[in-house]
Nanobody
């Protein structure tokens, strides 16, 4: 059974940085797709960053140049480095995974999800 567990969230002032981690377990194939998503109160869940089986990345326009997705395949851990954080980045952040994903930033493409972790950015 595939499981994902996020860590590293918290509160930070605008302009600050946070790094989210997501430990992935249960895959027998080391090549799987992963993504970070977020959901603010009253809004739909949106894709933030994704990493496909071949290592290609994709980002939402709102985070390009500020967020970086990476994966340590030996630790089976996914990361989201978030720099220059803004109040509008405040949301619950989720990591997600699946073996095959056509649209990296589309939530419906992913089967496995973490429980979510809160990120709050104050102005």
């Amino acid at each position: 059974q595939v499981q994902l567990v996020e860590s590293g969230g918290g509160s930070v002032q605008a302009g600050g940085s946070l790094r989210l981690s997501c430990e992935v377990s249960g895959y027998t194939d080391s090549r799987y797709c992963v993504g970070w998503f977020r959901q603010a109160p009253g809004k739909e869940r949106e894709g933030v960053a994704a990493l496909d089986r071949d290592g290609s990345t994709s980002y939402a326009d709102s985070v390009k140049g500020r967020f970086t997705i990476s994966k340590d395949k030996y630790k089976n851990t996914l990361y989201l480095q978030m720099n220059d954080l803004k109040p509008e980045d405040t949301a619950m952040y989720y990591c997600a995974s699946d073996l095959w994903v056509d649209g990296g930033l589309v939530p419906a493409e992913y089967m496995y999800w973490g429980q979510g972790i809160q990120v709050t950015v104050s102005s």
